[in-house]
Every structure is written in C-alpha cells, then in structure tokens.
T-cell receptor, first 113, second 115 residues
Framework: QQQVKQSPQSLIVQKGGISIINCAYE??????FPWYQQFPGKGPALLIA?????SEKKEGRFTISFNKSAKQFSLHIMDSQPGDSATYFC????????????FGSGTRLSIRP | GAVVSQHPSWVICKSGTSVKIECRSL??????MFWYRQFPKQSLMLMAT?????????EQGVEKDKFLINHASLTLSTLTVTSAHPEDSSFYIC???????????FGPGTRLTVT
C-alpha cells in the first residue's frame, strides 16, 4: 500500500515532442506528490509538485495531471529538449508518514535530437 | 535558496575502515534530514530520518550500528559507515526538509567505493 508504481521504465522521445510519465498509488493518505529530475551522478532535484485538491499544475513546459479518484498522476513535458534527458522519479508523501517520501521506480527519458 | 551540500562528493576506502559523510543545509535550517541509498539504475531507498537533537529513526532492514547518524545542529547531519565492506559501495544522498512539512531538497550525493 506504500508503493508508488511508475511507468514506463524508459522512454525515448523526439525533440519537440511530448514526454509522458505515469504513476499510480494506493495509499489514500498521500497528500503531496512531487516529481524529481536526476542527472547521472547527481542528487534528485525537485521539479514540480501537486496536492490532491487540484487536478493540474503547470510550470513552464512541465505539467502534472492528477486524478484523485483513479489514484493516478502523470508528468507531461511539452516541447521536449535534449537537455531534458534524465531520470525522472514520481513520489508521494503524507504528513502522517512524517514527511517520508516514497519514490517510484524511475523513468529514464532520452530526447533524440 | 534551499541548497543542500554533501561532502565528500566521492570517497574510496579500504574494507574494514569507517567513512563519514556530511550533509549541510546551506541557506536554511533543517530540523529533519533524510539519508538515502541508491544503487545504479535504481530508485532511492530511504535509510533513516535524522532529527536534530534526537536519535535517528532507521528504516526496517537498515543496521543502525553500521550506519551511524548524527544530527548535531540545525544545518548539519552526518552519516558514518562503520567497518565498511564492498557491499556498502553505493551512492548516498541526503535531503533536508524545507519550510513546511513536505518539501525536501536533496544534496548532490556521495559516491562511496569500498575496496
């Protein structure tokens, strides 16, 4: 019940295309859903986050779509660029879990020029 | 803002020795920090929660006597890998809880290689 399932494991997108990564969770106590971007040999960087009281959040080219009833959320990267090539992790957290973050398994995104 | 640093960025040590990794929040105070371990091409695995002024809380399966955590100030937490063995070789990442209850900012990680 604590898991966050992420798909796909890897994704190749042409430059300028839309990259879509999906996640699903079981624990309805989760109330904070961040996305992290990680480059090789670096720590994860917070990209964008959403709470379940909204269905969508957009920051620049990055958009989170959230479906509370389906317990699913996704990251859309518009106009994908080679510099977006990285590993992306979805995650979930709740106040009742002492702010511990449960990470998805990660998606390795490659943007082809 | 919300910058977290780690030192060293990489370390090589011999089997049986101990190594200390520092995690600092540079521009904010963090009462709570977290330590993660990441194997190649895998996700982050939470090892322990570090609270300033109190004992760390370890996740199930993590040996507290092997991975010593000290959070002596609001800006510094340390992880000491004691009697390191080759299987402890990994990428260790810390994070600090910023502001409210949820936002965590991560350090750049420390690559530990035990020979």
């Amino acid at each position: 019940q604590q898991q966050v399932k992420q798909s796909p494991q890897s994704l190749i997108v042409q430059k300028g295309g839309i990259s879509i990564i999906n996640c699903a969770y079981e624990n309805t106590a989760f109330d904070y859903f961040p996305w992290y971007q990680q480059f090789p040999g670096k720590g994860p960087a917070l990209l964008i986050a959403i709470r379940p009281d909204v269905s969508e959040k957009k920051e620049g080219r990055f958009t989170i779509s959230f479906n509370k009833s389906a317990k699913q959320f996704s990251l859309h990267i518009m106009d994908s660029q080679p510099g977006d090539s990285a590993t992306y992790f979805c995650a979930a957290s709740s106040d009742s879990s002492a702010s511990k973050i449960i990470f998805g398994s990660g998606t390795r995104l490659s943007i082809r020029p | 803002g919300a910058v977290v640093s780690q030192h060293p960025s990489w370390v090589i040590c011999k089997s049986g020795t101990s190594v200390k990794i520092e995690c600092r929040s540079l521009d904010f105070q963090a009462t709570t920090m977290f330590w993660y371990r990441q194997f190649p091409k895998q996700s982050l695995m939470l090892m322990a929660t570090s609270n300033e002024g109190s004992k760390a809380t370890y996740e199930q399966g993590v040996e507290k006597d092997k991975f010593l955590i000290n959070h002596a100030s609001l800006t510094l937490s340390t992880l000491t890998v004691t009697s390191a063995h080759p299987e402890d070789s990994s990428f260790y990442i810390c994070s600090a809880l910023f502001g409210g209850a949820y936002e965590q900012y991560f350090g750049p990680g420390t690559r530990l290689t035990v020979t």
